[in-house]
């Protein structure tokens, strides 16, 4: 078996049976390979992903179960609730804005004259994951911190290269003072690390009552910690305290494991559903067709889906969960055994010996899915009486070590599929091959990445990303009642005298250059067509084709900024305008 090139004699198992026995009837006896710990020491270090919880492990196990027991008291519901409408939303927004503009910076090659455009959604979807993750982790965007372009370079390097330990076993620490690569390694992860704890130790000085009014991540895990610690002297394993287990070192482990774990899977998962939608016109259509009739309120001010509006898209759930099925993010786990012990169908481990399952082949395994179960059907989960078990189901591990991170990555997956859904049609891109290959890394990747053709829908051809432009946005100084009135505002005096424009559809006096000349614009197309959206969105996209790199970072900005007022319902969208 090719396995077998990665874990020479190993047992591989496929019951569930004996899937449960390892991960959780005899979960003492089975722990992670030292191989697995030693080749990613670098990006887990010491948080609970990469410590062992039996009691022959250094600290007798007594640091995996007190930090998951401080991560189980911060994955609620309630938080994920706040990560889902303050940050996942935001984030979704953003990333489609910034997608569409660097498209309009590309000129027309990646674009045609109806508005589509293409791009690579594992790409996007690999941004679209760590800006939300890190903004989780820390409670800043990560384009606020310095060297923010090199962060998400060091973290695929990082994964890349200690992945790749795995193919060469043990061999690698013989040579690793002479390696580049190794060099290359340790010089990124001082770089990560220099980040995380620049914002830690300034967390960490911060006054109580300002860290509790925080709701990221690290500020959420310093509070409990400090409340462990508070409880005094609470000795685990009889050695350890609460105190000496969750230091600034480890609490920084913690935090860049989630990040590491959750910008991959999370964005491995959205790859592969829309990988699959775009396959599907069928499964496109339904999904659409749930998304209007779930939110009440979809239309040209595309307010953004709300936590309990997300969590009601059980067919969306369904095509996510059917993605992990098919196309789990880890496609094979393996475990080591502590002592000698017999599975239950009776096969002998001896102690040291490792023992693999692969959520890959069980995913895909007729006896338990069905007869269809190479076939990607959505279906399947709204069919089921029950669904299957975490040990039938193993994408997201089982027992003690299940993933607790996996119900906000399943929000934050089909928020971002939602948001974009609802705004373009999405194929594979022209010229572009229907059947993908994969590579292994630290994760399952779609191979050359995913070229999707993304159409704005007829309904919101003009806006599809959020471009939603008005007088009061423009800064007119024009007052009306309503927090979006063109009509009211295109009757004004104040309004301009209609422009003149070239056979390309912009202004003549348009230099590319001039904030101004875009905005009258733009209110001259308001008063001819009384808020016509195509025509809005067309001389937006004709003018943004030919602007300066200035003139597409201030509309960016500008667009933003007006998105997030409509969000909060502001009701002074004039006072705080587009134009100014």
């Not at 399952?444 to 599809?464: C, E, H, I, V, Y």
Request: glycine residues 6%; aromatic residues 12%; contains cysteine.
């Amino acid at each position: 078996m090719p396995w077998h090139l990665f874990f020479d004699g190993a047992i591989y198992i496929t019951d569930p049976k004996d899937v449960q026995h390892i991960l959780s009837t005899n979960f003492n006896n089975y722990v992670k390979p030292q191989g697995f710990l030693d080749a990613f020491q670098e990006i887990f270090d010491n948080s609970f992903f990469a410590v062992n919880h039996h009691l022959e492990a250094p600290d007798s196990g007594a640091g995996w179960r007190l930090q998951r027991k401080l991560a189980a008291r911060v994955f609620t519901t309630a938080n994920f609730r706040i990560f889902t409408e303050q940050v996942f939303a935001r984030h979704a927004e953003e990333t489609l804005v910034a997608v569409r503009n660097e498209t309009n910076t590309r000129g027309n090659q990646n674009q045609s004259n109806d508005n589509t455009f293409c791009c690579d959604m594992q790409e996007i979807s690999a941004r679209y994951t760590l800006n939300s993750i890190f903004d989780v982790a820390f409670g800043l965007p990560l384009s606020d911190i310095e060297g923010a372009d090199k962060f998400a370079e060091h973290m695929s390097f990082m994964n890349k290269h200690c992945a790749q330990r795995l193919f060469v076993k043990q061999y690698y620490k013989m040579f690793r003072w002479m390696m580049p690569s190794e060099r290359e390694l340790r010089r990124r992860t001082r770089e990560i690390h220099t980040v995380a704890d620049t914002i830690l130790l300034r967390r960490l000085h911060e006054p109580e009552e300002q860290v509790s009014a925080r709701s990221d991540l690290l500020s959420l895990f310093i509070r409990k910690a400090r409340e462990f610690s508070l409880e005094g002297a609470i000795e685990l394993g009889g050695r350890h305290s609460a105190a000496s287990l969750l230091g600034p070192s480890t609490l920084r482990s913690i935090i860049l494991t989630f990040i590491f774990a959750g910008r991959d899977t999370t964005a491995e998962c959205l790859t592969y559903s829309f990988y699959a939608i775009a396959r599907h016109p069928r499964i496109q259509n339904r999904i659409v067709e749930e998304l209007e009739s779930t939110k009440a309120r979809i239309g040209p001010t595309h307010s953004t889906f709300t936590f309990d509006e997300v969590k009601k898209l059980k067919y969306l759930e369904a095509v996510v969960f059917e993605a992990v099925r098919l196309y789990p993010a880890l496609p094979f786990n393996v475990k080591n055994a502590v002592k000698d012990d017999y599975l239950p169908d009776g096969t002998f481990v001896p102690a040291g010996a490792d023992v693999v399952y692969s959520p890959w082949f069980m995913g895909r395994n007729g006896a338990l899915w069905g007869g269809d179960s190479l076939e990607f059907r959505p279906e399947r989960w709204l069919e089921m009486k029950k669904r299957p078990s975490a040990f039938e189901f193993p994408a997201f591990q089982a027992g003690p070590r299940i993933c607790l991170g996996m119900n906000m990555a399943v929000l934050e997956a089909k928020l971002f599929l939602a948001t974009t859904l609802s705004r373009f049609h999405v194929t594979i891109a022209p010229g572009e091959s229907h059947e993908r290959g994969y590579v292994l890394k630290s994760g399952l990747f779609m191979n050359g990445g995913l070229p999707l053709k993304m159409t704005p829908r007829p309904q919101f051809a003009a806006s599809a990303y959020r471009v939603f432009v008005c007088p009061e946005v423009l800064g007119t100084g024009v007052r009306s009642n309503r927090a979006m009135s063109p009509k009211n505002a295109a009757g004004s005096s104040r309004m301009s005298k209609p422009m003149k424009y070239t056979s390309e559809g912009v202004p003549k006096n348009w230099n590319g250059k001039d904030w101004h000349t875009y905005k009258w614009a733009m209110m001259n197309v308001f008063k001819e067509n009384d808020l016509n959206d195509i025509a809005v969105g067309d001389l937006t996209l004709a003018m943004l084709a030919t602007a300066s790199a200035e003139i597409k970072e201030e509309f960016n900005k500008k667009q933003i900024k007006i998105m997030r007022m409509i969000e909060r319902g502001d009701q002074g969208l004039h006072d705080s305008s587009f134009g100014k």
